[in-house]
């Protein structure tokens, strides 16, 4: 594998309980003879440093232990191996693991950052007239009184037909958490993301049953898929392919899961092109995906390519032409 080192800004720093995330700095990864691309972009807190990412690369064959290096090269191999076949990634990725085709587009959540409630309403309101059905609103980083007001003022903006989700990135203890998941269960929100610390999984069994659902998404890095299910500590997981190793790591966990009646939404670590589209294409792989949270290509000020997937209309379609797609083309090199 080649790797080539990049950086891109966030167009406005995305504000989280879990902290500013204001650039992303990764890795382009290209087979040997350049006919499959990946991308290996860490984030920490979900997967390893970019100094352990650098060092697993430079190793050949990163393994589950950092996952961000990983997902590059297991990214690399299997576009390279569709684009080899003519077929879309997300065909062969479903035809492997679901036996079935993949769709020809995915929905999307729009994703609402911390913000006061005037500003959590009209950002809900722009996403609904923009298309979306679906937005995820950032909690967490502000008091429990203050959260409470954004969750209702953006319940007042989305109107009732528009599903709701929360991700608190694990701020509360598990009084606040309580009360905050009663009052998202009587605005009818469908979830709220890891709601306590990520080491947790039997406290966030224990808040299951409340009328609204618990997913979890750091606790999947800092504990493991199994771990997650055999507590039986969430309704929903936040499967991030960049966190769980690449499209195939991915797939198993989401196999897993739904076998275990655990529902599963594909997000990204804000990647840039190369895994925003990866990830599209798990997510297109999954039989009748939830909306997913791969909007984030409209956050990033530049990126290592046009957006070959843009949003409309709360979807993203899966872009033409083998492997990732025909857009990437100028970024392969022989
Ligand atoms: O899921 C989404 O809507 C967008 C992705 C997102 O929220 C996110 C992006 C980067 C790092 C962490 C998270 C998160 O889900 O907590
Ligand atoms: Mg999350």
């Known amino acids: ?5 990049f950086s891109v800004e966030l167009a406005r720093p995305l504000d989280t309980a879990a902290g500013t995330i204001e650039s992303r700095t990764g890795y382009l990864v290209r087979t040997d003879d350049g006919t499959g691309l990946g991308e290996a972009t860490p984030l920490p807190g979900w997967t390893e440093s970019l100094d352990e990412c650098r060092a697993a690369l430079d190793g050949g064959n990163p393994d589950g232990s950092t996952p961000a290096a990983r997902h590059g090269v297991s990214l690399a191999r299997a576009d390279a191996a569709a684009r080899e076949s003519g077929e879309r990634l997300c065909d062969a990725l479903a035809a492997d693991a679901f036996s079935a085709p993949a769709a020809d587009s995915v929905p999307v959540n729009a994703t609402v950052g911390d913000g006061s409630p005037e500003e959590t309403a009209d950002a809900v309101r722009s996403a609904v007239e923009e298309g979306y059905d679906c937005a995820k609103v950032k909690v967490g980083a502000r008091d429990a009184d203050a959260d409470e007001r954004r969750l209702r003022a953006a319940r007042d903006a989305a109107g009732d037909s528009v599903e709701l989700r929360a991700d608190a990135n694990g701020a509360w203890d598990a009084e606040t958490a309580e009360r905050m998941l009663d009052v998202a269960a009587e605005l009818d929100y469908s979830y709220v993301e890891q709601p306590l610390p990520a ?15 618990v997913a979890l998404d750091e606790s999947l890095s800092t504990t493991t898929v199994s771990a997650v299910l055999d507590a039986d500590a969430a309704d929903v997981l936040v499967c991030k392919p960049m966190a769980l190793g690449g499209p195939d790591g991915t797939l198993a966990a989401v196999r897993r899961a739904r076998e275990a009646g655990v529902e599963c939404v594909v997000t990204t670590t804000i990647d840039a092109v190369v895994a925003r589209l990866g990830a599209l294409h798990v997510a297109a792989a999954i039989p009748d995906a939830p909306a997913c949270g791969l909007a984030t290509g409209s956050m990033l000020a530049s990126d290592l390519a046009p ?28």
């Open 199 to 213: 080491t947790e999984a039997t406290e966030h069994a224990a808040l299951r049953g409340r009328g609204v659902g």
């Open 1 to 5: 594998m080649r790797t080539e080192r």
């Open 307 to 334: 957006d070959p997937a843009p949003v409309s209309e709360g979807r993203m379609g899966v872009p033409e032409g083998g492997g990732l797609g025909d857009a990437l083309e100028p970024l392969y090199r022989p």
